[in-house]
């Protein structure tokens, strides 16, 4: 196992992205902007550079057992993770919401066409 240690330079940049990053998003979840499941994974891309750059050993230890020489090869490997799980959600979603969309759709020219139906019986009636 290879006892090389992140700089302080890259320890800080990433830990600013992150907190930054976190922020933002913690902000735009108060605001509704996103839901919880939406925060949680897009969270994940400052959560998993930060575990690997703040705990360099258990990033070393996590590519030791899965066999990786580069902890970061492991690192992009679950952002990868993360983002496919995130596009299968959204995909999921938009399906969902097209299908909603087609219903109502749908149901609204059934009223129009109830709608004509009973002016046209009224106009019989007059």
Known sequence: MTDALPSPETVVVVS??????MLVL???TMQGKFDLY???MLS????????FTLFP???YLVSHLTGVVFP???????????????????TARLHR???????????????????????GRRGVES
Do not use: C, W
Request: overall charge negative.
């Open 16 to 21: 600013a992205f992150a907190l930054i990053y």
């Open 26 to 28: 913690l902000r735009k």
């Open 97 to 119: 919401l097209e299908r909603q969309n087609f219903a109502l759709i749908q149901e609204q020219s059934l009223l129009v066409l109830e709608l004509q139906a009973k002016e």
């Open 72 to 90: 970061f090869v492991v690192m992009f490997g679950a952002l990868f993770l993360v983002v496919f799980a995130f596009m299968h959600n959204m």
């Open 44 to 51: 994940m891309v400052a959560i998993i550079p930060a575990g």
């Open 57 to 59: 050993t258990l990033a």
């Open 38 to 40: 939406d925060f949680l």
